[in-house]
């Protein structure tokens, strides 16, 4: 129960600047119906609840199942048998993760169902499942990161070359949802795991990180050969049917409470039925440790499903409705401005962020302090809104006109950085646009998008995802850079941080 209560705590302080912010808003410059205030506020409760409950089950439940699979799976020192549970582990979590749905959802509305939800899920899935095993692998085989990073993007140019506006936009995107909530946690857990049975301390605790990273590129180069091969483009969006608000307080609640509770235990159920099978075959967990576990994910679910009942019942609308407003006060600079403070508090109520955070600093024995990864993530992703707002407001700029120069610093950087910052900084950008992210700003960005003249939401509206997913890469990886600094001050080793 104390535990609880510090979990409680923590969010509080987290979540509450986000509210604030949204009710300075509301009584200056863009005014709220009730109503549509009401849900937002009752979304706010429904999130300091959920998220305290799942970081609570994620500690006891998900995190300790990931950890003794991926030992198990190191152990086993075949490759055949991490090759097809990395496929089928990267499948089914990827595809049945909610953020994932969120903006496959979203992308469905806004083209009217040229682009459905399901092929969006199922492609993203099978690009997830590839860079999953062949991120285990690397651990395994101890293949340096930045190498395969460095190869991986490469790919990325190269594809980026061929595909379409509108589909780099949505391929970036989908990178920074895949990676959310439930998966993050599972999958640095998993990392944990495979690393942690090396017999090389410093180099298990490199490896500990980097997963995440490796994995995201995956759902970037399926969408990417999905609109090659399907030679799609020209795609123009709507945010009007979506505009539309309800007059019912409680009403989206109902509505959206089953939804979630669905595709939650569809993304729980994998983890259930394999750690039910391995603890038969190999966990052998005594049975006080085995209802822990068991205790923890039902935590999980209970606290997913109200957290994304209150960010889709509560939040999705009141980001659109700002983002419109704001638009149309026909002053940028206060949009800019705007965005930046959004992405300075937003990223602070990411429930992965809480799970990555903590593990950097258990991992480094406290070398690397909790609050000093959280400022540099919170300055990354204020700058990455405020920049969305650029591109959407100045008529010309595209989308890779920022990321690419944004990976290039990033891919350069990780041949000078310390190696363990590397994996940390590209964990950091799939862990930075989870949920609120993939509701909230995207919803703000379309809102925005929608207003203003010349702009188009399915090429301007998406993309934010994206530039939230980069900019913590670079601003952790100079995070990086001052700790080799401090450490050459201090008489030590680059090895030793």
Same mark, same amino acid.
């Given at each position: ?55 609570? !089950?994620?500690?006891?439940?998900? +995190? ?48 009217? !169902?040229? /682009? ?43 594809? !980026? ?9 949505? +391929? ?219 591109? /959407? ?29 590397? !994996? ?74």
């Amino acid at each position: 129960m104390n535990v609880l209560i510090e979990k409680l705590k923590e969010v509080l302080i987290s979540v509450g600047p986000v509210v604030v912010l949204v009710l300075l808003l509301n009584i200056t410059i863009t005014p709220m119906e009730p109503i549509l205030l009401g849900r937002f506020l009752l979304g706010a409760l429904l999130i300091v609840f959920g998220l305290s409950i799942f970081l609570f !089950g994620v500690d006891i439940g998900v +995190s300790k199942v990931g950890t003794l699979m991926g030992g198990t799976l190191a152990k086993s020192n075949k490759l055949w048998i991490v090759v097809v549970a990395g496929l089928a582990l990267g499948f089914f979590i990827s595809i049945a993760e909610p953020d994932l749905h969120i903006l496959a959802g979203q992308v469905d509305l806004v083209t009217s !169902g040229v /682009i459905s939800k399901l092929s969006i899920v199922v492609v993203v899935s099978i690009g997830i499942a590839a860079m999953l095993t062949t991120g285990l692998v690397r651990i395994i085989y101890n293949v340096p990161l930045y190498k395969l990073l460095t190869v991986l993007y490469l790919i990325i140019f190269g594809l !980026g070359i061929f595909t379409s506006p509108e589909f780099l936009a949505i +391929s970036f995107d989908s990178s920074g949802a895949t990676t959310g909530a439930l998966t993050v946690p599972f999958m640095l857990a998993l990392a944990l795991g495979v690393s942690s049975l090396k017999k090389d301390g410093k180099a298990s605790e490199k490896d500990s990180f980097g997963l995440v990273g490796v994995t995201s590129t995956g759902a970037i180069i399926a969408v990417m050969l999905m609109c090659i091969i399907s030679r799609q483009d020209k795609i123009t969006g709507s945010l009007e049917e979506s505009m539309n608000s309800t007059t019912s307080l409680l009403g989206p609640f109902f509505e959206v409470i089953p939804q979630m509770a669905y595709e939650i235990l569809l993304a729980l159920s994998p983890i259930v039925v394999l750690f039910l099978i391995f603890q038969k075959l190999s966990f052998k967990l005594s049975r006080k440790a085995y209802r822990k576990v068991l205790k923890g994910l039902a935590y999980t679910f209970i606290g997913l499903v109200l957290f994304l009942t209150g960010v889709n019942a509560g939040f999705m609308e009141v980001g659109s409705k700002i983002g419109y407003t704001l638009a149309t006060l026909d002053n940028n600079i206060i949009i800019i401005a705007i965005g930046f403070i959004l992405g300075l508090v937003v990223i602070l109520a990411e429930p992965a962020v809480y799970v990555l955070t903590h593990q950097i600093e258990d991992v480094t024995s406290g070398y690397v302090k909790r609050p000093v990864v959280l400022v540099a993530l919170s300055i990354g992703v204020a700058f990455a809104v405020s920049l969305s707002m650029v591109r /959407i407001i100045i008529p010309g700029l595209q989308l890779w006109h920022f990321l690419l120069p944004a990976y290039v610093v990033s891919i350069l950087m990780m041949y000078f950085a310390p190696k363990l910052f590397v !994996g940390m900084a590209f964990d950091a950008g799939g862990v930075a646009s989870g949920p609120m992210t993939a509701t909230f700003v995207l919803a703000f960005a379309q809102g925005v998008a929608e207003a203003v003249e010349g702009a188009d939401v399915m090429v301007d509206g998406f993309g934010v995802i994206a530039m939230v997913a980069t900019t913590p890469i670079i601003a952790l990886q100079v995070l990086g850079l001052l700790y080799k600094i401090k450490s050459v001050k201090e008489g030590l080793k680059e090895d030793d941080i």
